[in-house]
């Protein structure tokens, strides 16, 4: 039996990446939501027929401005929650609900679940209550997860274990080899997805399987309309938490975030698991990793803790090395351009937790600089493109780690200057400059517009 949804919700938008999670964090919730990334899309979703329980505004939209889709809004009887990441402060604040007829109003960065809140309420529906983690099964051997701290587990299952579970390791799973096919004719995720609830809560609402059983997948989409650093800001603008799924081709790859950090990140392709990741960095030869692999397996544990109890690492190291796998992991998605994304409202729970948080921001920045060849460079920034500030960043200058001749570089891109006379400027190499400007592009720092540039219109960094 199906049921309806509990409210129907407008989300005007026009970051694509951001809207789409809030549209899947509101479909989790067992609602009916749709993205309008532009304020005529918006009056055009308020034609004749239509029937909004409520809808979620951003202030500055690429046409026309966020008052007037809020004055339509409240023309037909719609309530709705203001939101900017421009327009703060209280002033703004009250002018959006006392003039516009907001309901209320939030400035970004927010957390997404107290919005959705605030639009639960405006559309007359009561909030979904927020999921307690479960108790864990064996209370002697685990932790709960402490909520002011960032949290990753180690490695979801051991490297080895009992002789069925080895069987079906992700060891098992080369990058060549195709995923087993389930009944209805997908893709079944091999080991560590298909266990994620022996460790991740899922958030409780109508829509929401029982516990025990996995929460669906919610809104893909394709990475050639996007790039993986921009689903990852949207986690941080929204400091959200739960899973980002990758998928291209047989290789899949999971991404768990909390308040938008991220705190781990899992791949079924073998040569990305923790012991292979040791070899590659020289902590591990190929006959150690073998012996720590049997230990593991006789005493059921896995390559991490195998590897701090032969005395081989210590605590310290071990979470520098799951620090730089994660990265590994995420950077080599970076230069996707097919293959799928979908989200799920999965959190951390238990179990032998590790202490870990990524920040976005300087992982886009560490990557490009790792990932990006200098003549893809080139072609992504070509010597005329004029690149400019973005008026509403995911991310704050303080947050980003840039050394001071990246910092002088985004002073000078302020849209009078083309790529060519950046790099002119700067005391960066060419590869420097152009990953600099690439990375700051993705992050939303920076954008490309059509406009010729004004210096009336300009934005300062005060760099």
Known sequence: MVCAPMARLLIVED??????????????????????????????????????DAALVDLLLPDIRGSEVLAALRAH????IAVSGVYKGDRFAQEAVEVHGARAFFAKPFELNTVLEALETAGGVAPVPRSAPPVPEAPSSDVLLDDEELIVLEELLPESGSPSDAADSMQAVSDTEALPITDDGEHALPLPFEHRQRVWSSVTSMATPARGALPEWSLGGDLKDTSVPRLLNAYYEARHHGELKLKQGSVLKVVYFEGGHIVYAASNLAQERFGRFCVRRGVLNEARLAEVAAYAKEHGLRTGEALLRLGLMDAARRQQLLEEQVKEILWSTFTWTEGHYGFSAMRPQRADLVKLSVFPGDL?????????TLVALRQRMPPSRRLFPTADPPYGLHELKLQGPQALLLAYADGSKTVEDLLALTDLSERQALATLRALELLGVLEERPEAPSRRHRITFGL
């Open 364 to 372: 886009v920045l560490e990557g490009v600089e790792k990932t990006e």
């Open 15 to 52: 970051n694509h990446e951001l809207a789409s999670l809030i549209v899947s964090a509101a479909q989790g919730r067992g609602h009916e939501a749709r993205a309008a990334h532009t304020g005529e899309s918006a009056l055009e979703a308020l034609g004749p027929g239509s029937k909004w």
């Open 77 to 80: 009887g719609v309530p709705s």
